[in-house]
């Protein structure tokens, strides 16, 4: 007697870094009905949980959102400025170097925080930690050429 389930769907993974005027367009939408919602719509993409980070311009001075994965660790939040892999720093991770003082919005709670990267041992690990729950970032780590994928701690 023939099997009649359907057949397996293979999963792969097509790699695609989104250009970076496509990630602030996707960005926009997704700050906009994350702050209408207060976080109903936006707060987990891709199996990630999102959180919106403001840093203020290191040139400009004005406020820029991003909704970014956050993740919590050792009684830390944490977030990673892997950019999807490109070879380059996000504009929000140069300027919280520029001004460590951040907001931050989970859900519809809006706090203040000061953020400082991760160095060391302590980097180390809640790096391996992050990628053991979420292998796409060892992936990045292929994308982004000699870049040091940086872990930011927001205290």
Same mark, same amino acid.
């Given at each position: 007697?023939?099997?009649?389930?359907?057949?397996?769907?293979?999963?792969?993974? $097509?790699?695609?870094?989104?250009?970076?005027?496509?990630?602030?367009?996707?960005?926009?939408?997704? $700050?906009?009905? !994350?702050?209408?919602?207060?976080?109903l719509l936006g707060a987990r993409?891709?199996?990630?949980?999102?959180?919106?980070? /403001?840093?203020?311009?290191?040139?400009?001075?004005?406020?820029?959102?991003?909704?970014?994965?956050?993740?919590?660790?050792?009684g830390k939040l944490l977030t990673?400025?892997? !950019?999807?892999?490109?070879?380059?720093?996000? %504009?929000? !991770? $140069?300027?919280?170097?520029?001004n460590p003082d951040v907001r931050?919005?989970?859900?519809?709670?809006?706090?203040?925080? /000061? %953020?400082?990267?991760?160095?060391?041992?302590?980097?180390?690990?809640?790096?391996?930690?992050?990628?053991?729950?979420?292998?796409?970032?060892?992936?990045?780590?292929?994308?982004?050429?000699?870049?040091?994928?940086?872990?930011?701690?927001?205290?």
């Open positions: 007697m023939a099997d009649s389930s359907p057949p397996a769907r293979r999963r792969f993974f $097509i790699p695609w870094v989104p250009k970076p005027k496509t990630m602030k367009r996707i960005g926009r939408l997704h $700050i906009q009905l !994350y702050q209408r919602t207060r976080g993409a891709d199996g990630l949980d999102i959180f919106l980070l /403001t840093t203020t311009g290191r040139k400009s001075g004005v406020d820029r959102t991003v909704a970014i994965p956050y993740f919590r660790r050792e990673i400025a892997s !950019y999807g892999g490109n070879k380059k720093n996000p %504009a929000w !991770y $140069i300027n919280l170097r520029a931050y919005q989970i859900g519809g709670e809006v706090q203040r925080g /000061t %953020a400082r990267t991760a160095t060391g041992e302590e980097r180390q690990r809640l790096w391996d930690s992050v990628a053991h729950e979420h292998p796409r970032f060892k992936r990045y780590l292929k994308w982004c050429g000699d870049r040091e994928i940086p872990v930011v701690v927001i205290d």
